[in-house]
């Protein structure tokens, strides 16, 4: 746990991603083997260069309904200096291989339209295919197991206060880009005093499944997707 998010050595000049870390660790600490499990792949002096961080089908925080024993992949990251040396296939190739053994029927990803993060064409390349697109996002399949999986999309169903302007946090403190940005978002509202209700909710299955989002939200719209240089 101490070693993850390796990502978080690279960040652009200026931003405040690396602070959330601590944040990042600790949740990621708590719920490993839940909410989240991964694989880390090393140089040989043992430094972490790079990573996959998933959950399964039955326990991961997205807004989908999914087939029993499908992992889904929350992110993905190759440092740099890494990248165009075949370190991502490798891990890939592992990560494929250790989850078939274990009876996963196939892996799922949110790729994205940004050159930036998570690009579908990265996904490609390691053979998935666009099963489904919700712009920005292209949710692709890889088979393990299985050609095809059951999916679908929990509709988006939150209501927000109407007496006034409302912003709704989820505290999904999984990446320290989202602590930055909840964090960020919860000053700016605050600033606006009384003007603004401030709604936090802890994003439980339950509540991802019940809401359809654990996103950002202002006055029950997701205004907020992509990279967080927004």
């Known amino acids: 746990v101490g070693a993850s ?13 690396a602070e959330y870390l601590p944040t990042s660790r600790k949740w990621f600490k708590e719920n490993l083997g839940k909410q989240v499990e991964g694989y880390h792949i090393l140089e040989d002096s043992g430094k972490v260069v790079g990573h996959i961080y998933y959950a399964s089908s039955e326990n991961a925080l997205v807004p989908y ?12 990251e190759m440092l740099h200096d890494y990248t165009h040396k075949g370190y991502g296939r490798m891990m890939f190739d592992y990560a494929k291989s250790d989850l078939k053994k274990r009876g996963f029927k196939g892996i799922l990803v949110d790729a994205t339209d940004f050159q930036e993060f998570m690009h579908y064409s990265l996904f490609a390349k390691q ?6 697109e919700h712009k920005p996002f ?12 059951e999916v679908k999309m929990f509709e988006f169903n ?5 007496e006034r302007v409302e912003v709704t946090l989820f505290k999904n403190f999984f990446c320290p880009v989202g602590v930055q940005m909840y964090h960020s978002i919860k000053k700016v509202a605050k600033s606006f005093g009384d003007k603004v209700k401030i709604v936090e909710i802890e994003p439980t299955l339950e509540i991802v499944r019940k809401f359809g989002t654990s996103e950002p939200l202002i006055n029950g719209k997701i205004k ?4 967080a240089s927004e």
């Open 5 to 17: 998010y390796c990502c978080m050595s690279e960040t652009p000049p200026g931003v405040t991603w």
């Open 65 to 76: 309904e999914i087939e029993p024993k499908v992992a889904f992949i929350y992110c993905t």
């Open 127 to 132: 053979g998935f295919k666009v099963i489904m």
């Open 138 to 149: 292209k949710l692709m399949y890889f088979p393990l197991l299985k050609d095809k999986v």
């Open 158 to 162: 939150y209501k927000p206060s109407k």
């Open 224 to 227: 907020m997707w992509g990279p």
